[in-house]
């Protein structure tokens, strides 16, 4: 079903920004939330920001007053916009959808969706 396809990341230097964008190639029945999560090898995959249907937005300590989340409702589709990046930020991003998962029998939640991830590398 909906599959989540990133964008945007890329190789900045300490304090610069950048902006990743999350699009479903099809609409995610009964999508509940959207949000990004990163991850750095031989360590757990971390929630960076999440984003329901309703607005509520729920970040990470790390992160709060430099990120922000946000979605087209009507295209379910995200943004995180990432500003004053450290090098502690450099990971692989992970666009993540809540929602349903349908068949002809019907659906069951909630299923969590995933991109292929991006890469993002802060460093001078």
């Known amino acids: 079903q909906g599959q989540l396809v990133e964008s945007g990341g890329g190789l900045v230097q300490p304090g610069g920004s950048l902006r990743l964008a999350c699009a479903a190639s099809t609409s995610i029945p009964g999508l509940a939330s959207m949000g990004w999560y990163r991850q750095v090898p031989g360590k757990e995959r971390e929630l960076v920001a999440k984003?329901?249907?309703?607005?509520?937005?729920n970040y990470a300590d790390s992160v709060k007053g430099r990120f922000t989340i946000s979605r087209d409702n009507a295209n379910n589709t995200s943004y995180l916009q990432m500003n004053s990046l450290k090098a502690s930020d450099t990971a692989v991003y992970y666009c993540n959808a809540v929602g349903s998962y349908c068949t002809a029998y019907g659906c069951r939640g909630p299923h969590d969706y995933w991109g292929q991830g991006t890469q993002v590398t802060v460093t001078s």
């Open positions: 984003i329901t249907n309703g607005g509520a937005t």
